[in-house]
């Protein structure tokens, strides 16, 4: 069974930083892909980043040249840089691991931004 921990949310000011950490224990197969989406009050939960282990990376446009996604394939965590924060940002944050047709979830860590 996959389990996965997120750390380093929090609240930080409009156009500060944070970064967000998962870590993934558990099976791991050669292919999977991991990310990190994120859920509003009274929205839908939405994709943020995603990363595959071969390398390939898909960000929501609203996020586009402000966050960055990274992974350690070996260590099987990622990483979501987040910079030029604002208000719309605040939201929990989840991470997702998707393999072998499976997704498994974090609890989440809840991310706030102050204007």
Known sequence: QVQLV????GLVQAGGSLRLSCAASGPVFSFNVMGWYRQA?????ELVATMTSGGMVDYA??????????????KNTVAL?????KP???????CKEVQSGLAYWGHGTQVTVSS
């Open 41 to 45: 009050p009274g929205k839908e939960r």
């Open 61 to 74: 446009d609203s996020v586009k040249g402000r966050f960055t996604i990274s992974r350690d394939n070996a």
């Open 6 to 9: 997120e750390s380093g949310g």
């Open 88 to 94: 719309e940002d605040t939201a929990v944050y989840y």
């Open 81 to 85: 840089q987040m910079n030029s924060l």
